[in-house]
């Protein structure tokens, strides 16, 4: 029976602790690229950075990629992902067991908790605060028509005939 083999699956996600630039320009140190082409690996999809890789070297290319801050699945060429991606692991939260679930394992997963904004305050848009001068606006009091007579446009009131019909 010949050795499983296993691809290594990188979509962009990082590991807690770990900014998207430093990770760009560890990994253009790492494969020897530029960064133009490191950018195009930080997409969202899935894609595969090496495949053919026995258990051994798979685990280390995922440490390896791990220290630098780019969170990797190794994946079973058969297509059943295998190894877990290496992350810093939080409190786990499991489903409460009922006795109607079947016997499948659970699986572990975890939540990270919310520290801060998603959004670093240095990759903020600054917008500068605009001030309009309201001066030349004015409330009236809610009596009488909305115009003034100088602002009224008196129409002629227009000629009717009215015949005259006797009704004996």
């Given at each position: ?32 690229s530029?960064p ?75 939540l ?57």
């Open positions: 029976m010949s050795q499983a083999t296993y691809s290594l699956v990188f979509r962009g996600d990082l590991i807690d602790g770990f900014t998207a630039n430093d990770v760009k320009s560890n990994m253009a140190r790492l494969f020897k530029t133009q082409a490191v950018e195009k690996l930080f997409s969202g999809r899935p894609l595969i950075l090496r495949k053919g890789l026995s258990q051994a070297q798979a685990e280390q290319f995922q440490a390896t990629l791990a220290k630098i801050g780019a969170q990797v699945t190794l994946k079973d060429e058969s297509g059943i992902a295998t190894a877990k991606p290496k992350t810093i692991q939080t409190q786990a939260v499991q489903p409460e067991e009922t006795p109607e679930s079947d016997s499948s394992p659970i699986p572990n997963w975890t990270a908790p919310m520290e801060g904004n998603l959004v670093k305050d240095h990759e903020r848009k600054q917008v500068a605060a605009v001030e309009v001068s309201t001066d030349h606006i004015s409330l009236r009091a809610a009596e009488g028509l909305l115009l003034d007579k100088s602002e009224r446009a008196e129409a002629e009131a227009a000629p009717v005939n009215i015949p005259k019909w006797d009704l004996d």
